[in-house]
Protein backbone atom coordinates (compact mmCIF):
# COMPACT_ATOMS: atom_id res chain seq x y z
CA UNK A 1 0.00 0.00 0.00
CA UNK A 2 3.00 2.22 0.80
CA UNK A 3 3.83 2.56 -2.61
CA UNK A 4 0.20 2.97 -4.22
CA UNK A 5 0.15 6.04 -1.64
CA UNK A 6 3.38 7.62 -2.86
CA UNK A 7 2.27 6.94 -6.42
CA UNK A 8 -0.91 8.85 -5.61
CA UNK A 9 0.95 11.92 -3.85
CA UNK A 10 2.81 12.01 -6.53
CA UNK A 11 0.15 12.09 -8.85
CA UNK A 12 -1.34 14.93 -7.16
CA UNK A 13 1.87 17.53 -7.19
CA UNK A 14 2.06 16.90 -10.52
CA UNK A 15 -1.42 18.00 -11.56
CA UNK A 16 -1.49 20.76 -9.46
CA UNK A 17 2.24 21.73 -10.80
CA UNK A 18 0.71 20.63 -14.55
CA UNK A 19 -2.14 23.78 -13.45
CA UNK A 20 0.43 26.40 -14.32
CA UNK A 21 0.56 25.77 -17.94
CA UNK A 22 -3.24 25.74 -18.39
CA UNK A 23 -4.17 28.51 -20.45
CA UNK A 24 -7.49 27.92 -22.46
CA UNK A 25 -10.33 25.71 -21.80
CA UNK A 26 -8.44 23.70 -24.44
CA UNK A 27 -5.80 23.14 -22.18
CA UNK A 28 -8.02 22.66 -19.44
CA UNK A 29 -10.06 19.53 -21.34
CA UNK A 30 -6.88 17.96 -22.08
CA UNK A 31 -6.05 18.41 -18.16
CA UNK A 32 -8.82 16.71 -17.25
CA UNK A 33 -9.10 13.78 -19.60
CA UNK A 34 -5.35 13.20 -18.91
CA UNK A 35 -6.10 12.90 -14.44
CA UNK A 36 -9.71 12.48 -14.43
CA UNK A 37 -11.07 10.78 -17.54
CA UNK A 38 -12.12 7.25 -17.74
CA UNK A 39 -8.36 6.33 -18.60
CA UNK A 40 -7.03 9.18 -16.69
CA UNK A 41 -3.97 8.58 -14.50
CA UNK A 42 -5.98 8.43 -11.17
CA UNK A 43 -8.41 5.42 -12.71
CA UNK A 44 -5.35 3.76 -13.87
CA UNK A 45 -3.58 3.97 -10.33
CA UNK A 46 -6.86 2.65 -8.51
CA UNK A 47 -6.33 -0.62 -10.69
CA UNK A 48 -3.65 -1.50 -8.85
CA UNK A 49 -5.56 -2.17 -5.62
CA UNK A 50 -6.44 -5.66 -6.31
CA UNK A 51 -2.88 -5.95 -5.60
CA UNK A 52 -2.85 -4.24 -2.05
CA UNK A 53 -4.46 -6.16 1.13
CA UNK A 54 -7.91 -6.13 1.57
CA UNK A 55 -8.04 -4.02 5.12
CA UNK A 56 -5.57 -1.23 3.77
CA UNK A 57 -8.26 -0.79 -0.13
CA UNK A 58 -10.81 1.63 2.02
CA UNK A 59 -7.66 4.04 3.15
CA UNK A 60 -6.19 4.14 -0.68
CA UNK A 61 -9.82 4.64 -2.08
CA UNK A 62 -10.63 7.13 0.07
CA UNK A 63 -7.48 9.17 -0.49
CA UNK A 64 -7.54 8.67 -4.08
CA UNK A 65 -11.60 10.10 -3.77
CA UNK A 66 -10.26 12.94 -2.12
CA UNK A 67 -7.81 13.70 -4.94
CA UNK A 68 -10.59 13.34 -7.43
CA UNK A 69 -12.73 16.18 -6.02
CA UNK A 70 -9.80 18.42 -5.40
CA UNK A 71 -8.88 18.10 -8.84
CA UNK A 72 -13.31 18.48 -9.92
CA UNK A 73 -12.94 21.68 -8.10
CA UNK A 74 -10.01 22.55 -9.60
CA UNK A 75 -11.36 22.13 -13.45
CA UNK A 76 -14.77 23.72 -12.78
CA UNK A 77 -12.93 27.26 -10.82
CA UNK A 78 -10.52 27.11 -13.63
CA UNK A 79 -13.32 26.91 -16.21
CA UNK A 80 -15.46 30.10 -14.08
CA UNK A 81 -12.20 32.20 -14.48
CA UNK A 82 -11.33 31.63 -18.31
CA UNK A 83 -15.01 32.39 -19.07
CA UNK A 84 -15.32 35.86 -16.28
CA UNK A 85 -11.86 36.72 -18.24
CA UNK A 86 -9.62 36.55 -15.05
CA UNK A 87 -6.01 36.07 -16.11
CA UNK A 88 -4.33 32.98 -14.90
CA UNK A 89 -2.05 34.54 -12.43
CA UNK A 90 -5.87 35.86 -11.05
CA UNK A 91 -6.95 32.27 -10.43
CA UNK A 92 -7.73 31.03 -6.72
CA UNK A 93 -5.40 28.69 -5.61
CA UNK A 94 -7.46 25.81 -3.47
CA UNK A 95 -4.36 24.81 -1.09
CA UNK A 96 -4.31 28.45 0.25
CA UNK A 97 -6.36 29.19 3.44
CA UNK A 98 -10.09 31.23 2.57
CA UNK A 99 -10.68 34.64 3.95
CA UNK A 100 -12.54 35.10 6.96
CA UNK A 101 -16.17 36.84 5.80
CA UNK A 102 -17.07 40.29 7.15
CA UNK A 103 -19.19 40.71 9.68
CA UNK A 104 -21.97 42.80 10.11
CA UNK A 105 -23.32 44.77 12.67
CA UNK A 106 -26.49 46.54 13.72
CA UNK A 107 -27.67 50.07 13.08
CA UNK A 108 -26.32 52.91 15.53
CA UNK A 109 -30.00 53.60 15.22
CA UNK A 110 -31.36 49.96 16.02
CA UNK A 111 -28.85 49.57 19.08
CA UNK A 112 -29.74 52.45 20.84
CA UNK A 113 -33.77 51.52 20.32
CA UNK A 114 -32.56 48.32 21.89
CA UNK A 115 -30.54 50.42 25.14
CA UNK A 116 -34.01 52.31 25.27
CA UNK A 117 -36.24 49.93 25.68
CA UNK A 118 -34.09 47.65 28.05
CA UNK A 119 -33.96 51.32 30.41
CA UNK A 120 -37.86 51.48 29.91
CA UNK A 121 -37.90 47.55 30.67
CA UNK A 122 -36.21 47.91 33.81
CA UNK A 123 -38.63 51.17 35.34
CA UNK A 124 -41.55 48.85 34.54
CA UNK A 125 -42.86 50.23 31.02
CA UNK A 126 -43.80 47.96 28.07
CA UNK A 127 -43.45 48.23 24.64
CA UNK A 128 -46.38 49.19 22.25
CA UNK A 129 -46.60 49.23 18.19
CA UNK A 130 -48.55 50.78 15.92
CA UNK A 131 -48.89 51.30 12.26
CA UNK A 132 -46.82 54.13 9.99
CA UNK A 133 -50.02 55.13 8.23
CA UNK A 134 -52.53 56.29 10.59
CA UNK A 135 -55.53 58.42 10.23
CA UNK A 136 -55.97 62.15 11.28
CA UNK A 137 -58.38 60.82 13.97
CA UNK A 138 -55.68 59.15 15.54
CA UNK A 139 -52.64 61.17 14.47
CA UNK A 140 -54.61 64.23 15.36
CA UNK A 141 -58.04 64.57 16.36
CA UNK A 142 -57.95 62.38 19.67
CA UNK A 143 -54.92 64.07 20.64
CA UNK A 144 -56.76 67.27 21.08
CA UNK A 145 -55.16 68.88 17.98
CA UNK A 146 -57.30 70.86 16.04
CA UNK A 147 -58.10 71.64 12.50
CA UNK A 148 -56.32 75.07 12.16
CA UNK A 149 -52.91 73.55 13.55
CA UNK A 150 -49.66 74.22 11.70
CA UNK A 151 -48.89 70.45 12.00
CA UNK A 152 -51.86 69.58 10.17
CA UNK A 153 -50.74 71.82 7.14
CA UNK A 154 -50.06 69.79 3.73
CA UNK A 155 -46.41 71.23 4.11
CA UNK A 156 -45.72 69.91 7.64
CA UNK A 157 -47.43 66.10 6.90
CA UNK A 158 -47.28 63.56 4.56
CA UNK A 159 -50.86 63.40 3.44
CA UNK A 160 -51.27 59.66 1.00
CA UNK A 161 -55.07 60.58 0.94
CA UNK A 162 -57.95 62.53 2.47
CA UNK A 163 -57.94 61.68 6.33
CA UNK A 164 -54.49 59.59 5.97
CA UNK A 165 -51.29 60.07 6.42
CA UNK A 166 -47.84 59.00 7.49
CA UNK A 167 -47.83 59.59 10.99
CA UNK A 168 -45.62 62.36 12.02
CA UNK A 169 -45.00 60.87 16.07
CA UNK A 170 -45.71 57.82 17.48
CA UNK A 171 -48.44 59.17 19.98
CA UNK A 172 -50.86 57.73 17.83
CA UNK A 173 -50.09 54.33 19.64
CA UNK A 174 -50.94 56.18 23.18
CA UNK A 175 -54.61 56.46 22.19
CA UNK A 176 -54.59 52.83 20.46
CA UNK A 177 -53.68 51.57 24.10
CA UNK A 178 -55.76 53.45 26.19
CA UNK A 179 -58.52 52.55 23.95
CA UNK A 180 -58.18 48.79 24.35
CA UNK A 181 -56.35 49.00 27.73
CA UNK A 182 -57.82 50.87 31.57
CA UNK A 183 -55.50 52.44 33.84
CA UNK A 184 -52.65 51.51 35.11
CA UNK A 185 -51.05 52.07 31.68
CA UNK A 186 -47.19 52.09 31.42
CA UNK A 187 -45.69 51.67 27.79
CA UNK A 188 -43.36 53.40 25.09
CA UNK A 189 -43.99 53.46 21.51
CA UNK A 190 -40.33 53.35 19.79
CA UNK A 191 -40.84 53.40 15.83
CA UNK A 192 -40.29 55.41 12.34
CA UNK A 193 -42.19 58.70 12.20
CA UNK A 194 -42.13 60.86 8.90
CA UNK A 195 -42.76 64.97 8.64
CA UNK A 196 -41.81 67.47 5.83
CA UNK A 197 -38.38 68.74 7.74
CA UNK A 198 -36.15 70.07 5.33
CA UNK A 199 -32.74 67.77 5.76
CA UNK A 200 -30.05 69.17 7.73
CA UNK A 201 -27.55 68.32 10.41
CA UNK A 202 -30.17 67.93 13.01
CA UNK A 203 -33.28 67.31 11.07
CA UNK A 204 -34.27 64.51 8.71
CA UNK A 205 -37.92 64.08 6.75
CA UNK A 206 -38.08 60.22 7.77
CA UNK A 207 -36.88 60.30 11.43
CA UNK A 208 -37.26 57.60 14.74
CA UNK A 209 -39.11 58.37 17.98
CA UNK A 210 -39.70 56.77 21.03
CA UNK A 211 -42.97 58.17 23.10
CA UNK A 212 -43.70 57.16 26.72
CA UNK A 213 -47.19 57.07 29.06
CA UNK A 214 -48.10 56.23 32.47
CA UNK A 215 -51.41 56.76 33.29
CA UNK A 216 -52.67 55.81 37.14
CA UNK A 217 -53.76 57.40 40.49
CA UNK A 218 -51.57 60.34 41.50
CA UNK A 219 -48.96 60.95 38.97
CA UNK A 220 -47.45 64.08 39.08
CA UNK A 221 -44.57 66.06 36.97
CA UNK A 222 -42.42 65.23 39.55
CA UNK A 223 -42.56 61.58 38.06
CA UNK A 224 -42.09 62.32 34.74
CA UNK A 225 -38.76 64.68 35.63
CA UNK A 226 -37.94 61.43 37.68
CA UNK A 227 -38.29 59.06 35.32
CA UNK A 228 -36.24 61.82 32.02
CA UNK A 229 -33.70 62.44 34.26
CA UNK A 230 -33.17 58.47 35.84
CA UNK A 231 -33.36 57.69 31.63
CA UNK A 232 -30.71 60.45 30.87
CA UNK A 233 -28.18 59.29 33.45
CA UNK A 234 -28.53 55.30 32.24
CA UNK A 235 -28.27 55.93 28.86
CA UNK A 236 -25.28 58.79 28.83
CA UNK A 237 -23.80 58.57 32.41
CA UNK A 238 -23.99 60.87 35.72
CA UNK A 239 -22.19 63.58 33.58
CA UNK A 240 -25.26 64.71 31.07
CA UNK A 241 -27.44 67.17 32.45
CA UNK A 242 -31.47 68.09 31.56
CA UNK A 243 -33.38 71.30 31.44
CA UNK A 244 -37.05 71.14 30.84
CA UNK A 245 -38.57 74.71 29.31
CA UNK A 246 -42.01 75.88 29.19
CA UNK A 247 -43.84 75.22 26.10
CA UNK A 248 -46.96 74.20 24.11
CA UNK A 249 -48.79 71.34 22.79
CA UNK A 250 -52.47 70.33 21.98
CA UNK A 251 -52.90 66.79 24.08
CA UNK A 252 -50.54 67.74 26.94
CA UNK A 253 -50.90 70.25 29.69
CA UNK A 254 -48.48 71.84 31.35
CA UNK A 255 -46.32 70.97 28.83
CA UNK A 256 -42.05 71.35 28.47
CA UNK A 257 -39.60 70.72 25.92
CA UNK A 258 -36.42 68.91 27.39
CA UNK A 259 -33.06 68.93 26.38
CA UNK A 260 -29.74 66.94 26.88
CA UNK A 261 -25.89 69.13 27.34
CA UNK A 262 -24.40 68.20 24.03
CA UNK A 263 -22.03 65.69 24.41
CA UNK A 264 -20.53 65.97 20.88
CA UNK A 265 -19.12 69.32 22.14
CA UNK A 266 -19.42 68.66 25.59
CA UNK A 267 -21.69 72.14 25.51
CA UNK A 268 -19.42 74.66 24.24
CA UNK A 269 -21.35 74.63 21.14
CA UNK A 270 -21.10 73.16 18.06
CA UNK A 271 -23.41 72.93 14.66
CA UNK A 272 -25.07 70.03 16.12
CA UNK A 273 -26.63 72.23 18.89
CA UNK A 274 -26.93 75.27 17.03
CA UNK A 275 -23.93 76.56 18.88
CA UNK A 276 -26.09 76.63 22.29
CA UNK A 277 -24.45 73.83 24.63
CA UNK A 278 -27.80 71.91 24.15
CA UNK A 279 -29.66 69.39 22.08
CA UNK A 280 -33.51 69.43 21.89
CA UNK A 281 -34.81 65.86 22.89
CA UNK A 282 -38.57 65.97 22.40
CA UNK A 283 -41.98 67.47 24.01
CA UNK A 284 -43.24 66.13 27.22
CA UNK A 285 -45.98 67.14 30.17
CA UNK A 286 -49.24 66.11 31.72
CA UNK A 287 -51.85 64.30 29.75
CA UNK A 288 -54.22 66.73 28.80
CA UNK A 289 -57.84 65.68 30.27
CA UNK A 290 -59.38 66.53 26.74
CA UNK A 291 -57.06 63.44 25.50
CA UNK A 292 -58.71 61.36 28.24
CA UNK A 293 -62.25 61.62 26.85
CA UNK A 294 -61.57 60.09 23.92
CA UNK A 295 -60.72 57.39 25.27
CA UNK A 296 -62.82 57.04 28.03
CA UNK A 297 -60.47 57.78 31.22
CA UNK A 298 -62.28 60.17 34.08
CA UNK A 299 -59.42 62.93 34.28
CA UNK A 300 -61.29 63.61 37.86
CA UNK A 301 -59.56 60.13 38.53
CA UNK A 302 -56.56 59.64 36.55
CA UNK A 303 -53.98 61.36 35.66
CA UNK A 304 -50.95 60.91 33.39
CA UNK A 305 -47.26 61.54 31.91
CA UNK A 306 -46.46 61.96 27.97
CA UNK A 307 -42.83 61.97 26.77
CA UNK A 308 -41.39 61.69 23.57
CA UNK A 309 -37.43 61.52 22.80
CA UNK A 310 -35.73 61.57 19.39
CA UNK A 311 -33.97 58.33 18.92
CA UNK A 312 -31.46 59.48 16.24
CA UNK A 313 -30.81 62.21 17.81
CA UNK A 314 -30.19 60.32 20.96
CA UNK A 315 -27.78 57.82 18.59
CA UNK A 316 -25.60 61.19 18.04
CA UNK A 317 -25.09 61.63 21.24
CA UNK A 318 -24.06 58.70 22.07
CA UNK A 319 -21.87 58.20 18.84
CA UNK A 320 -20.57 61.50 18.12
CA UNK A 321 -22.13 61.88 15.37
CA UNK A 322 -22.44 65.66 14.08
CA UNK A 323 -24.70 65.46 11.28
CA UNK A 324 -28.40 63.13 11.25
CA UNK A 325 -27.66 62.67 7.66
CA UNK A 326 -24.71 60.21 8.27
CA UNK A 327 -27.25 58.05 9.86
CA UNK A 328 -29.07 57.22 6.32
CA UNK A 329 -26.15 57.24 3.83
CA UNK A 330 -25.35 53.79 4.37
CA UNK A 331 -21.75 54.81 4.48
CA UNK A 332 -19.59 52.23 6.04
CA UNK A 333 -16.83 54.53 6.82
CA UNK A 334 -18.92 55.81 9.59
CA UNK A 335 -21.35 53.29 10.68
CA UNK A 336 -18.76 50.44 10.27
CA UNK A 337 -16.18 52.40 12.42
CA UNK A 338 -19.01 52.60 15.29
Known sequence: MGSLLAKLEGLRDEAFSALESVQTSSDVEKFRVKYLGRKGLITSLLRELPSVPLEERPKLGAAANKLKTELDEVVRRKLEALKSGLKSGDFIDLTLPGRSRYLGKKHPITRTIEDIIDIFRSLGFSIAEGPDVETDYYNFDALNTPDDHPARDINDTFYLA????????????QIRVMEKQKPPVRIIAPGRCYRKDTPDASHSPNFFQTEGLYVDKGVTFGDLKGVINNFARRMFGSGIKVRFRPHFFPFTEPSAEYDFSCMICGGKGCRTCKNTGWVEISGAGM??????????????MYSGYAFGMGVDRITMLRYGINDIRYLYDNDLRVLGGL
Open 287 to 300: VDPAVFGYVGYDPL
Open 162 to 173: KGICLRTHTSPV
